[in-house]
Each structure stands twice: as C-alpha cells, then as structure tokens.
C-alpha cells in the first residue's frame, strides 16, 4: 500500500508553492499550534478550495463545491436542524448506502458514530471549503455560524501561550477547577442544546459554566484520549484511569464513559493522593466509639465489615484502619476493584475481570502469603463470603464491605448468602455502618435557635439545647457560598457479644439483633450520631435528616 503523502507535498504538487513555502508554514503552525493549512492560508500562498482539495486525496474523501451546488428542498430536510447545528454536517446526497454530508473539517469524522446513534442512519463524508459550508448553514437552515469567531480565539490563544492546543487546555482548566474547589467528581454532560458540566463537592452536583455545546465531541475524545480509551468507540461503555499533575499536585482519576442519546456521558472520579488519604482521627468518631473502634481493629483475628451505601466513605474508613496497623512486622495484602490509592508498605492486589483475576483467586492465593492482616474490597457473592469466613477463622484479621443499610442486617446478608449461621456468629467479630453528612463552613457558620418542630423531628426538646451552642449554614466565599465546607462521618458500630451470638447462631432476624445491642451493649445509631455532631456545631438538622434518617428508615 503508497505510503499517505504529507499535505505540504501534496500542496506543492497541486498548488504550485515552493518548498520554502512549506518549510515556513511550519515552523509558523508549530509556533502558533495550528495546522499547517491554516498557517500556509493566512500566508496567501494557498486558497481554502487548494487545502480541502489536498485534504481530499491524502484522506481520499471526495470533495463537494457547496458555493456552486444547489441543494434541493427534500435534500436539505433529510437531517433536522438541529441536528445539522450539533454535528456541523450538510447533508448533500442520498443513494442506497446511505446519506452523504458535506463537512469543513476532516476531524468531524470522529463525530459520525454520535449521528449513527441518533438518526438510525449510515453516513459518508464529502470535504468542503470553510467558507462555503458557513454560507450554506445560513443559506438553507438559517444558521450563522461562529466559527471564524472560534478560530481567531484560538489563533489569540495559540499566539499568547506556549501550551498545548485550546481543547487540551480547556479540559485541564475544568480539572483544575474542580480541584480547587473539592469535588469528588466531574460530569461532563452532552444534551440537544447545550454541554453540561457539574461537579459532586461534599456529595452534591453543582452546575458550573459549561463550554458551548459544539465543542462537546472534541472534549469528550480529549479526556478519553487521556484515560487511555477507544476514541473511535462510542457504543459501548468504557472505563479508563489518568494520572496527571494538576495545581502541583499527583492526581489520579477514574474514568467511566458511557453512551447517552446525545453522546457520551462522562464522569472523572478524582483521586487526590493529598486529600484522599486520612487518619482514624480525622474520620469524626465519638471518642467513645473512637476508643471501641481501636480495640475492635488491633485484635489479631476475625471479620470486621463495614456497610453502607456506595459513595459513604467505606474505602477511606478501612485505608484508615489499614494505616493505624501498617508496620514493618505486619504483612498486610489487599484485593481491590480499582486500587484507588497506594498505601506504602502493603501489597494491593487489583482484580482484573478480564483475565479471571476475581476476589475470590486473589484470596485464595494471598493466604498462601502468610499474611496477618487482609482486605478484601467487597463481599459480593457466597464464594468470596466464604473463603474470607475461613481466612478470619484460621487467625487472620479480615476488613472487607458489605451492601446493606445498617450495622445488623449484616449478619442475615451474609446466612441469605448461604452461609452457615454457626459461621457468620463465630467468625464476624464487628460490623460499622457508616454515611457522610455535610460539615458547617467554619468561617460562616451562624448561630441560631432551632424550632420546637426542628427538634421533635430528631428526637430532641429544647432541654437538651441548655449550655449547647448550635448553627446553620451561611455562605462565604470559602464555601462557594454554600454554607457547608468538607464532610464528616456519621457511624454505628455494632460488636458481637456472646448473647448476640447465641441470637445469630438461631437465625435471628436482623430487627430483634439490633433492640438487643442497643440494651446491652449501648449501639449508638447512625441518627442518634448525627444528633451527637449537631449538637457538637458540626452540623444542621437537614443534614441529619437527609442523611442519618434515610438509613434509619431504610433499616427499618
């Protein structure tokens, strides 16, 4: 197969300019990051038809002179102005393998899988000038095109800053941004008219400026670009992972994207290697429970679960534990899905479904490790409940996870597993359920009384306000206005005793487990730890409600 010749080549046979043309068109298009057309154009040595024409034969597109063409009614009605607007395509022909479209820029190519998706038809590309596809967006849909505007931006913006080109600099800006303003996660969301981007700060998305909506397919092929994905791939869910320095920072994010009506929806999980990681301390334990939680994790055997819902800080609950106990006499091996921070000192095993790496293999040869402590990321199934039940019986100290509402049900989760009841009561010697509230903005917090009616709905009466100083949210600047800055922990930790036992070992239900934990060994539960930081100015009464109160009712 002829090897593709360069445009300049091809320029030089079919435009008659020189080879010193060439050269310094490209040392203009490195300088400036454009494209060595646009620099060899704004030298006047070539015209737009030359450059599209030359395009054609080194992409092998046909080309289409939409100035001199005359498209007809039922033509220009075979794609919806909305569309044509969205895509920037003209359609100009249609024969039995489908539409041909007239567009101005060969990378519009990697947008035609989005069209498939949402007209149900096949597509061919035509190559025409610039200028004539702007004069027939306005000519027949009535649409004027900012694409001169656009250009002469990003010529300012190529000219003013030795970075890379617009797009790559516009996805770091909305990276940047969202780390510097705490989010957990970046949605970048394409609709009909417009691109939405949000970020999750302390667990709520909020909607910031979004780019224009025709940008869309160029960010969206940027951040795949970065996570390692198939750009050409838009039918399929991918998932992907970047590792990039950000505000002087490591950071690592995970990357899902998946196909929408409008496109590919994406969202970036940030890792921030800095934040992420914390000490028992900082997690917001009563020092009661904080004391208790010790004890539980420094034995030197059994299974300790923590439940609760995804996004409840489950993970960064058990990194913290796994800290406290990382020494250099400690063996300490994991199975993750995703490792989503390194830990220095302790083996992490990621689980790869791709190649029959599961929770249950890597457990089974990580005992044949001799370790003294293990983590399993989540239990999900009777195999994986099983061997870590064995693992915790023959002297290893097991944390894993565990889907479900509260401290107690964790017990009858894992008998409707399949597990013998005499195992669950022996090997199980703690479960902690967990979720995370909103903390007040220190630096805008305002004192306030709360109604009689607030304090009924969290159980409380005005008595147990004497002495106790109290707020709710205000907004400053260190909030985004807000009025919550940061998140806290609320948990229930629930220990075995032998009478507990004995009520798991006959198949107890999860109700009655938990009246007897709360009379004898004091369970303090999660709406009853949410109470305890409202009390302590940590928090507000909504924040206790939306949060503690849903999984009081969903135990229930």
């Known amino acids: 197969m002829a090897e593709r010749k360069l445009l300049g080549e091809l320029l030089i046979e079919r435009a008659g300019i020189s080879e010193e043309d060439v050269q310094r068109a490209l040392r203009v298009a490195q300088q400036q990051k ?3 057309g646009d620099a060899l154009l704004r030298a006047g040595v070539v015209n737009e038809e030359q450059v599209a024409r030359a395009l054609c034969t080194q992409l092998r597109l046909p080309f289409v002179n939409l100035s ?3 498209l007809s009614p039922a033509t220009v009605a075979l794609l919806d102005r909305e569309l044509v607007e969205q895509f920037r395509v003209i359609p100009v022909k249609k024969d039995g393998a489908g539409l041909i479209v007239a567009i101005d820029d060969p990378d519009r190519m990697m947008t035609l899988d989005d069209l498939r998706f949402r007209s149900g038809t096949e597509f061919r590309c035509a190559l025409t000038t610039p200028a004539a596809f702007r004069e027939a967006l306005a000519e027949y849909y009535d649409i004027v095109s900012d694409a001169g505007a656009i250009g002469a931006e990003a010529e300012a913006e190529g000219e003013d800053e030795d970075d890379d080109a ?3 600099r516009l996805v770091n800006k909305i990276l940047e941004d969202a780390l510097s303003m705490r989010a957990s996660d970046v949605h970048i969301e394409p609709f009909a008219d417009h691109l939405r981007v949000r970020y999750r700060i302390d667990g709520h998305c909020q ?10 397919p160029a960010i969206l092929s940027r951040v795949k670009l970065m996570a390692g994905m198939d750009i050409s791939e838009k039918r399929k869910a991918q998932d992907g992972r970047i590792n990039i320095k950000l505000l002087g920072r490591e950071i690592d994010l995970r990357v899902s994207a998946l196909p929408a009506y409008h496109g590919e929806s994406v969202v970036c999980r940030i890792l921030d290697r800095e934040q992420g990681l914390i000490s028992l301390p900082a997690l917001g334990f009563a020092s009661e429970d904080y004391q208790r939680f010790l004890k539980i994790i420094k034995r030197p055997n059994g299974l300790f679960l923590v439940t609760g819902p995804t996004g409840s800080g489950k993970t960064t609950s058990l990194y913290a534990a796994l800290r406290e106990l ?3 006499d ?12 390194n830990l220095s000192g302790i083996n992490q095993c990621q689980v790869r479904h791709n190649i029959g790496l599961d929770f249950t293999r890597i457990l089974r040869a990580m005992l044949r490790q001799a370790p003294n402590i293990i983590l399993v990321g989540e239990i999900r199934d009777r195999e994986t409940a099983e061997i870590a ?10 944390f894993s996870t565990l889907h479900t509402n509260d401290s107690t049900s964790a017990l009858t989760r894992l008998i409707d597993m399949g597990i013998k009841p005499f195992l669950v009561s022996t090997a199980v010697m703690a479960v902690m359920a967990q979720r995370l509230i909103r903390r007040l903005c220190p630096h805008c917090r305002e004192e306030y009384v709360p109604t009689d009616v607030e304090l009924r709905s969290i159980g409380q009466t005005p008595a147990a306000l004497e002495g106790v100083t109290v707020y709710r949210p205000g907004g400053c600047a260190e909030c985004n206005q807000s009025g919550y800055r940061g998140r806290i922990g609320v948990f229930e930790l629930f220990k ?3 009478t507990i036992r004995e009520m798991c070992f006959r198949g107890t239900g999860s109700l009655k487990l938990r009246e007897q934990a709360k009379v004898a060994g004091g369970l303090v539960s999660l709406m009853d730890d949410g109470v305890r930081k409202f009390l302590a100015g940590d928090t507000t009464i909504e924040e206790v409600l939306t949060v503690a109160v849903a999984g009081e009712a969903a135990a229930a």
């Open 166 to 168: 617009p797009i790559i």
């Open 330 to 341: 400690v063996k300490i091996i994991t199975a993750e899905d995703p490792v989503e921070y």
């Open 496 to 498: 075995l005793d032998s």
């Open 389 to 398: 039940i064995q693992a915790s019986l023959t002297g290893h100290l097991v």
């Open 207 to 216: 909607v910031q400026e979004s780019p224009p909506r025709h940008l869309a």
């Open 326 to 328: 990382n020494r250099p």
């Open 68 to 70: 001199k063409a005359r």
């Open 34 to 36: 454009i494209r060595i």
